[in-house]
């Protein structure tokens, strides 16, 4: 159910009409819907119910203290990939015991910082890290609950730099050496086995790749046991797709992906973890942008946003398409013509999309950006001194502002001056 859709012909979030936020807020902003990250996260818990299960929402995708506190009060689980993310996981309330530490290079601080405060596991990537978290656990005196993320070399058919589980990727040891460095952890003191993880890529578009990866972490967790590992929990990583193209199909769903899960590792008796960030998220969020101007260049015309790809980089960086909508809507039977839509950062890099269709539009209007809960706002940044745009929580008829735009003044005065200037 979509939870953006035109009343009388305005684009509303839920019960809020889109004018009626940027009235308020002024331009561009991010708004997502209460109800869609609901029912995103209830999706994967209901795909996965009948095996012992914890959903861990990836908030690399959106770590919006509001979101945050939303998806803990629902009883999500965090996995988190720094101290940062640690300390909001903390603060918006989740259980220590339902966070999940990831990522590649962890510190030394932050690792004590998770052990201090609780953990439900560190998810391991090398045997440097293991050793390190070895040493950290010991001299506080206390155990880690590890699993040790590996890496199935299985393709994971998304963008390059979103595919994490083949062999030349920087993730996870090599499965094939699996037993020898379970072996090592089983070792090391002040570590627990408890599992193993695993996580290929980011918007998978085909259960097959999750399917032979998961098919190996199963004969894997099989060839632990018989080696005496208590293996008793699968991290099985995030990365279900979502739709950006309303034109394209659509990806698998949870339930497709719960029952592959089943499938694959129901008979196992584990408890199963998951990491989805961007299907709980993206879908839940829109950039609401303005015209500046509507220029007409050689060939082609553009549409000059006031928002850029410091807001929303996903284009830039992947190439990555966002479906562009305008906020009034478009009576039927309305010609469109092609627009290059484009921010007004100095390089040409910052595009949005070349020759696409649109309706006529005049500078004034509001155009938003569809799936960009994830991945937008947590990959803006201030370039140009363009300041964060705001962030805005709607549920049912109400909005509230869950990040303010900071002002110039606030921007300038986080520089220090020397005491020689
Ligand atoms: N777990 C781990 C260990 C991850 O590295 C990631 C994402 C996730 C879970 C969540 O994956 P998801 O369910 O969101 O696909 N900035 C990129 C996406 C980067 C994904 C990084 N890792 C983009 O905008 O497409």
Known sequence: MDHFLY??????????????IAEAVGTPFYVYSTATLERHYRL??????????????????????????????????????SGGEYARAIAAGCPPEKIVFSGVGKTRAEMEMALRGGVRQFNVESEPEMRALSQVASDLGVTAPITIRVNPDVDARTHEKIATGKSENKFGIPIARAVEVYAEAARLPGLEVVGIDVHIGSQLVELEPFEQAYRKVADLTRTLRAEGHDIRRLDLGGGLGIPYARSNSAPPLPTEYGALIKACVGDLDVEVEIEPGRLIAGNAGLLVTQVIYVKEGEGRDFLILDAAMNDLIRPAMYGAYHDIDPVVETSPGTDQRPYDIVGPVCES????????????????????????????????????????IPEILVKDDQFAVIRARPTFDEMINRDILPKWL
């Open 7 to 20: 009343r009388n012909g305005h684009l509303h979030a839920e019960d809020v009409a889109i004018a009626e």
């Open 44 to 81: 994967f818990k209901d795909a996965l119910e009948g095996i012992d299960n914890t959903v861990c929402y990836a908030m690399k995708a959106n770590s919006n203290q509001a979101v945050l506190t939303l998806l803990a009060g629902l009883g999500a689980g965090m996995d988190v990939v």
């Open 349 to 388: 890099g910052d595009t949005f999309a070349r020759a696409r269709d649109m309706p006529p539009l005049a500078a004034g209007d509001l155009v938003a950006f569809r799936s960009a809960g994830a991945y937008g706002a947590v990959m803006a940044s201030e370039y140009n001194t363009r300041p964060l």
